[in-house]
């Protein structure tokens, strides 16, 4: 079945460092979404990337979706304690008509003031 | 306030006495879906609706079943809960996969 895989598990940074997640579907997707999750919350959506290439940007957050769209990345610049949390990335399954979900599994950010 | 609610919070049962944990949405939306978390392996589905009587299995499905008899509600049923199903579970909706809305969370133990 379709897989996503999410690199790193885990990353710590001194704040004020940039910080770069990556996202890797085993099929094409239709579309690729984010997500933040806070310690002791619950998933946030943050955007969805739909297009070949599609790049976008919330203030100090880029989202990359790459040429295939099999992969993306979010990248922080200058990160801030406020950015703590486990950063999600998702696609629906397009094996199955795009109706069920396939979360990656994570990676979880901290950031040393 | 739009918001997904879910109900209880936290459980502690024992293994094999039928537990149902309710999700409920005031968005109007279509999509309602299931999820557990564990460490390590991110957010599984277990089941998803598309539609009021609509439910269809996801990545996950075994030990768990669903109904969906109204737009707002979507519960959670397992009929002879196991030790391997203490999990964080999350309710979703959304008007498609586009995006969800979670719940807060239930954190279910099964001793």
């Known amino acids: 079945g379709q897989q996503v895989m999410q690199i790193p598990q885990y990353q710590h940074v001194q704040e004020g460092e940039d910080f770069t997640t990556y996202c890797n579907s085993s099929?094409?997707?239709?579309?690729i979404q984010w997500y933040k999750q806070r310690p002791g919350g619950h998933p946030v959506f943050l955007i969805q990337l739909v297009k070949s290439g599609e790049v976008k940007k919330q203030k100090r957050l880029t989202f990359q979706f790459g040429e295939a769209k099999k992969n993306s990345s979010l990248h922080i610049t200058a990160t801030q304690t406020t950015d703590v949390g486990t950063y999600f990335c998702a696609g629906p399954n397009w094996i199955n008509n795009n109706n069920d979900m396939r979360f990656g599994a994570g990676t979880r950010l901290t950031v040393k003031p | 306030e739009a918001q997904v609610t879910q109900n209880p919070r936290y459980l502690i049962t024992v293994t094999g006495k039928k537990l149902t944990v309710t999700c409920s949405q005031n968005?109007?939306?279509?999509?309602m879906s299931w999820y557990r978390q564990d460490p390590g392996l991110g957010l599984r589905q277990i089941y998803y609706s598309m539609n009021v009587e609509v439910t269809d299995k996801g990545d996950v499905p075994e030990g768990y079943k669903v109904s969906r008899k109204e737009k707002r509600n979507f519960p959670l049923i397992l009929e002879s809960p196991s030790p391997n199903q203490t999990s964080l579970y999350f309710c979703a909706s959304g008007l498609s996969t586009d995006t969800q809305y979670f719940g807060p969370g239930t954190r279910l133990t099964v001793l």
């Open positions: 099929t094409t997707l239709s579309n």
């Open positions: 968005m109007n939306h279509e999509y």
